[in-house]
């Protein structure tokens, strides 16, 4: 199974999603493990729109490390998350 994965590559390219809104620190730090090492986080500038109008929002988004050679499993992760969910509280 693939899974998609977010790439560097040109300041003006573009790619349609969600925002999420992490509302905690603890949410964030969750978010992190998940992604491990496979990911690095980088600050970008997005277009969102809210109540009809489109406004710039700063925010962060996780980013392919090619390099990583974590195991990128969808039950490890799923492990890593519940595990982090009963312990981070």
Known sequence: MDYPALL???P??????????LRTQSQSRKLD?????SYAVSPVT??????????????????WN???LEDWTLTRRRSIIQHSMTTER
């Not at 003006?12 to 809104?21: H, K, R």
């Not at 493990?33 to 090492?37: I, L, P």
């Not at 277009?47 to 980013?63: C, H, P, S």
């Open 8 to 10: 560097h590559y040109e």
């Open 12 to 21: 003006s390219s573009a790619v349609d999603g969600p925002l999420l809104q």
């Open 33 to 37: 493990k998940f992604e491990g090492e």
């Open 46 to 63: 997005v277009i969102a729109e809210k109540n009809g109008r489109l406004q710039w929002v700063k925010t962060n988004v996780y980013l």
């Open 66 to 68: 090619r390099d990583a």
